[in-house]
């Protein structure tokens, strides 16, 4: 008995050819999904931005009598009060903080980091200041995002935050949630009810005044 073999034939060339695209495509899109951050992982950024700030707050006081940049002196002998833009507050505190880039959150789209200390301006910043923290009261609101909302509009860019107003976080940054830091150093993700019911309410004044970049 004679027995036949059929013959297999291979792939065509059209066929190898749309094999290859889809492993592009395929592998396009993985290097697409693993190059960009993802929202957790630029909240971590901005946690670990905060935390470098509200360390640098810590060791500016320890060596200026306990007090922080909003409640001291320049060199000129003036105190630094609410008209003070945010930019010089985060100048003072430059040998502290090391690096232009902590002031800036990589979730930020809006505010771009500055090349250095000498090119800093409020465009570069992510972050507002708490005028009335001090070292001296841990639960103070030190700094944060600067997504933070009373509803209502800043003077000079000045926001109050109390217990009896509607605060909270725009989608500007972080998908409506923020990162804040108090006065202990500490920095804590919040969402906005949060934001209302503990760290407003453990806060020691009544109104908190914000400075926003």
Known sequence: MKISFQKRSGLTLIEVLAIIAMLVIAAFILLHKLAKPNEKHLR?????????????????AGDNRDRYPMNSSTNNGSMVNEMT???KY????SN???????????????QKAAADFTTLSNSNISYFIGLDAHETFPQSILSGDRNI?????????ILGLTTNQMVGFTGEIHNKQ??????????????????????IQNSPFATNRIKLP
């Open 44 to 60: 971590f950024t901005c946690d670990n931005n905060l935390k470098q700030v509200g360390l640098s707050f810590r060791i500016y």
């Open 85 to 87: 833009p945010v930019y």
């Open 90 to 93: 985060f100048l003072m505190l």
């Open 96 to 110: 502290e903080l090391g690096t232009v880039k902590a002031v800036t959150c990589p979730d930020d789209k809006k």
């Open 149 to 157: 909302t009373n509803g209502l509009p800043a003077k000079r860019g």
């Open 178 to 199: 923020g990162n804040i830091a108090i006065g202990d150093g500490s920095v804590q993700q919040v969402s906005s009810a949060r934001l209302r019911s503990e760290i």
